[in-house]
């Protein structure tokens, strides 16, 4: 996909990081809840709570490797957004904002 450099294409870069920071954050909440769950019901299920509290934990590891990255792509959208906008604003200053 390809993003002008004008006020659409700010706003779009803007809303792609915001998104990918919210789906990271998604993520993390969704295994929050499960871990809650978990831990509500560790009791009744025996011999396999060992076995899920591994896959819980596999989880959290691999959410956190992945999240890095992710966040720094945000961060890389994000600081395009901005190098978009000081060009479109410096245009429109010296264009007199024609």
Not at 51 to 74: F, K, R, T, W
Request: proline share 1%.
């Amino acid at each position: 996909m390809k993003y002008r450099m004008n006020d659409q294409g700010v706003e779009a870069l803007n809303k792609l990081s915001e998104r990918l920071l919210n789906q990271v954050e998604a993520i993390k909440q969704s295994i929050s809840v499960l871990e809650e769950e978990f831990s509500s019901n560790r009791n009744g299920l025996g011999v396999h709570a060992g076995d899920i509290q591994g896959v819980i934990d596999a989880m959290n590891q691999e959410v956190q490797q992945a999240s890095s990255p992710v966040n720094d792509l945000a961060e890389k959208v994000s600081a395009l957004a901005k190098k978009y906008q000081r060009f479109i604003d410096t245009k429109r200053f010296t264009s007199g904002g024609n």
